[in-house]
C-alpha cells in the first residue's frame, strides 16, 4: 500500500518548524512557505540565477521553495535561502560576495521574516 503524504522525516520536521514558527511569531511567510514545501515533488520550483538577478536589487534576502540553479549570471550582492543550491549556483552567488543559507538558517537568522521576498 502506498503511503499518502510526504516521507522525508527532514522535510516534515522543517514544515513542522515553519508552522511552529509561523504561529509564534504571527508571521504568514513561513506558514506560506510550508505549504509550498508539502506539495508534491514533482511540482517543485527550480529557479535560475538569472531569473534571480532580474527579480532582485542589491542586498535582497530572497526565499526560493526548491531548487536553486546556475544558469545565468549575478551582477549584485543578494542573500538567498532556498531547500537546496546546485554546486555552479552556490560558486557563482559566494563569488559576487552573497550568501547561500538553507531554510533553517534564515529562520534562525530572522524569526520575524522581516524583508524576506519569496519567490516562485
Known amino acids: 500500500m502506498k503511503t499518502k503524504g510526504r516521507t522525508d522525516p527532514e522535510k516534515i520536521t522543517l ?14 511567510i513561513w506558514s506560506i512557505l510550508a505549504s509550498e514545501l508539502s506539495r508534491p515533488n514533482r511540482q ?7 531569473h534571480l538577478n532580474r527579480v532582485s536589487k ?10 536553486v540553479l546556475g544558469a545565468g549570471f549575478l551582477n549584485h ?9 546546485s554546486i555552479s549556483a552556490k560558486t557563482k552567488i559566494n563569488k559576487i560576495g552573497g550568501q547561500c543559507l538553507t531554510i533553517e538558517e ?15
Open 58 to 67: 542589491p542586498g535582497d534576502i530572497l526565499l526560493i521553495p526548491g531548487k
Open 15 to 28: 514544515i513542522r518548524n515553519l508552522k511552529g514558527v509561523a504561529r509564534l511569531n504571527e508571521v504568514k
Open 106 to 120: 534564515l529562520i534562525a537568522k530572522n524569526p520575524k521574516g522581516t524583508h524576506v521576498r519569496l519567490i516562485k
Open 77 to 85: 550582492k543578494i542573500e538567498v535561502a532556498a531547500e537546496s543550491f
Open 44 to 50: 517543485r520550483i527550480a529557479v535560475n540565477l538569472s
